[in-house]
């Protein structure tokens, strides 16, 4: 079993930055993929970035790319989401989700295990 806790999250002016963590415990295996997803109101749960545990390639939303930065520590077992330059439509509760079985299609929340509660990021104009 694989717990996450997110925390981070706040209200921040568009054009600011905000880092967001993941303590990971449990089980936590070198063929483990780590994800952060985000749910905007009234819409699907969308992919933001992903990260493998052992290799650290990494993988961005085109929304996103050149503005957030996945991460991890794996002394502090702990998964990382820099955000910059962030934009309205970045408002969301953002959750990390980690993959047990390392499967292709990083982008689908369906082949995500384990999930954190969320944390919400609102940024304001």
């Known amino acids: 079993q694989v717990q996450l806790v997110e925390t981070g999250g706040g209200l921040v002016q568009a054009g600011g930055s905000l880092r967001l963590s993941c303590a990971a415990s449990g089980r936590i295996l070198s063929n483990f993929r780590f994800g952060w997803f985000r749910q905007a109101p009234g819409k699907e749960r969308e992919f933001v970035a992903a990260?493998?545990?052992?290799?650290?390639?990494?993988f961005y939303a085109d929304s996103v790319k050149g503005r957030f930065t996945v991460s991890t520590d794996m002394i502090k077992r702990e998964l990382y989401l820099q955000m910059n330059m962030l934009k309205r439509e970045d408002t969301a509760v953002y959750y990390c989700?980690?993959?047990?079985?390392?499967?292709?299609?990083?982008?689908?929340?369906?082949?995500?295990?384990?999930w954190g509660q969320g944390t919400q990021v609102t940024v304001s104009s």
């Open positions: 989700a980690a993959d047990s079985h390392f499967e292709r299609d990083y982008w689908n929340d369906y082949v995500y295990d384990y």
């Open positions: 990260i493998g545990w052992s290799d650290s390639v990494r």
